[in-house]
């Protein structure tokens, strides 16, 4: 029975999305959105993926590489990852607890003296000593793959996106269980690839690593990633050509050549960083690509979205730009100011300060998280808003506390919710935005107000969501 109200609840998700995207909705009045509950059934079990591939390039100033993003279960999944199960609600939100808890800790610095660890011969260790040795986070969360080639000749290898953090990396053969879990890909083999070299110790690339050295060297420059849950990936510093596509080649891109992994890794292949700091694709990349990179999620897995390397053209539909601050505590972070929340197209009466800590703009964190009073404001008038249309509740599942049971509706009318930031930028979400799981996907970060918060991807789905040195930019209906 709880299953059940589990799968239903599941499903008012994806036909949320779906009925936002086509718009195919009766006009609803002003600050609300109505989305069509006729594909409730049908969205949640859709077999096919609705998108070309390769995707249509949007619009780009310059040298640009576009490569297909998509969910990791689903039909547009690559075939190595779609045929995995998708884990429950509870787990899902479950890790993204656990990722969440790790972003907030690291930024304010708290909760770190329990696995502090000081790593020898790093310039940087003073400054970062404030947080844990466990350089990241449940990755269980981190939902969004794409494909690219390395080596050459080149092996096709499935990775996780992520913006939260910094070393790429992917498994190397040889490698047997246990030290390396199972991947539908074949192992990246280095000894098959001409172009391959490890990263010899002493020198400015071993230096580079940072935190992510292993601080063991002896001939090659070892590696260390390890995440808030306990997973953790260790090898040897590694350089070779990576074909983000055919046609576009990075050559001698650092990487971790994975000879140990232990913990949640199932499906893929590695991980992509796209974090802020120097080892991160992005930043290796400058000379080619800017520093700037910009992201489509998909609102369901039926749809493909994008991961553009490179300059947005500056030309096309008005995007929302704020400010990326600098963080001392977090520099790997993208972090921006948030200023205020309005709910049915009205602004909530929140004080400024609470939203001071900024938020950070997570392509791994599932729900947004805000400080405790903004969160208690959206959600009272959500509630309101909602309760006027009599849609009857349903119980919380995990961290959301806001559900609604839609059985028996047509379609529903939501209030829509706007996210206001720094230098007046407005983003407003549409229906796949807003609910998740059948739930409002808000929750309270659990801190302090003028704490950090985190601005996760069920509020940035079908936005392109742009980074570069300076801003962050969202640019509405983009897939
Ligand atoms: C939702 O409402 C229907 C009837 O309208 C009921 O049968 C079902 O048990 C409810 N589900 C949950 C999870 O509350
Ligand atoms: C990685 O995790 C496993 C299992 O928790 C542990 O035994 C191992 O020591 C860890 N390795 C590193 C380098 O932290
Ligand atoms: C491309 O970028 C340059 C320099 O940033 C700018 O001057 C130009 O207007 C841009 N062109 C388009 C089409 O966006």
Redesign the pocket.
């Known amino acids: 029975m709880a299953g059940r109200g589990i799968v239903l609840l599941l499903s008012v998700l994806f036909a949320a999305s779906v009925g936002v995207c086509h718009g195919a909705a009766a006009a609803p009045g002003p600050g609300y959105v109505t989305v069509s509950t006729a594909s409730f059934v049908t969205a949640g079990s859709a077999s096919t993926c609705n998108s070309p591939d390769p995707v249509a390039a949007p619009t780009r100033?310059?040298t640009s590489a576009v490569l297909r993003l998509t969910h990791r279960h689903g039909p547009c999944a690559p075939s190595r990852t779609s045929s995995l199960a998708t884990p429950s609600v509870a787990a899902i939100l479950r890790a993204d607890q656990r990722r969440a808890e790790y972003i907030l800790n690291r930024v304010s610095g708290t909760g770190a003296t329990k696995q502090q660890q000081q790593q020898p011969g790093d310039s940087k260790s003073a400054a970062a000593a404030t947080v844990p040795a466990s350089w990241g986070y449940g990755i269980g969360t981190l939902n969004y793959v794409v494909t690219v080639s390395l080596g050459t000749p080149g092996v096709t290898q499935t990775l996780e996106m992520d913006t939260g953090s910094d070393l790429s990396w992917v498994q190397c053969a040889p490698c047997a269980a246990p030290s390396c879990y199972a991947q539908k890909d074949p192992l990246f083999d280095p000894a098959q690839s001409s172009t391959y070299a490890a990263v010899p110790c002493g020198g400015a690339a071993c230096a580079g690593l940072g935190f992510y050295g292993d601080g063991s060297c002896t001939t090659q420059c070892g590696y260390v990633v390890r995440y808030g849950d306990s997973s953790n990936t260790t090898g040897v510093y590694s350089s070779d050509t990576l074909a983000l596509t055919p046609q576009d080649k990075v050559s001698s891109f650092f990487f971790g050549c994975g000879r140990a992994q232990a913990g949640l890794f199932t499906g893929i292949d590695g991980l992509m960083g796209l974090g802020r700091q120097s080892v991160s694709l992005v930043q290796q990349t400058v000379a080619a690509y800017g520093g700037a990179f910009s992201y489509c999620l998909p609102t369901t897995p039926t749809a493909a979205g994008y991961l553009t390397l490179g300059?947005p053209?500056?030309?096309g539909a008005a995007v929302a730009t704020t400010q990326l601050l600098s963080s001392p505590n977090a520099p790997f972070y993208y972090i921006v100011m948030m200023t205020g929340v309005s709910v049915g197209g009205k602004k909530l009466d929140v004080p400024r300060p609470v939203f001071a800590g900024g938020v950070v703009v997570d392509s791994g964190t599932v729900v947004t998280r805000l400080p405790p009073t903004a969160y208690a404001a959206l959600r009272a008038a959500f509630r309101a808003a909602m309760a006027a249309y009599g849609y009857p509740t349903a119980p919380p599942t995990g961290i959301l506390d806001t559900c609604y049971n839609f059985t028996g509706y047509g379609s529903v009318t939501l209030p829509t919710v706007a996210l206001a930031f720094g230098g007046g930028a407005s983003v407003t979400l549409g229906g796949d935005g807003i609910l998740s799981f059948g739930c409002l996907a808000f929750a309270t970060t659990g801190g302090e107000d003028g704490g950090v918060a985190i601005l996760g991807n069920v509020q940035q789905r079908s936005f392109e969501v742009r980074f570069d040195a300076s801003s962050v930019g969202f640019k509405p209906n983009s897939c």
Do not use: M
């Open positions: 100033n310059g300059r053209s500056t030309s």
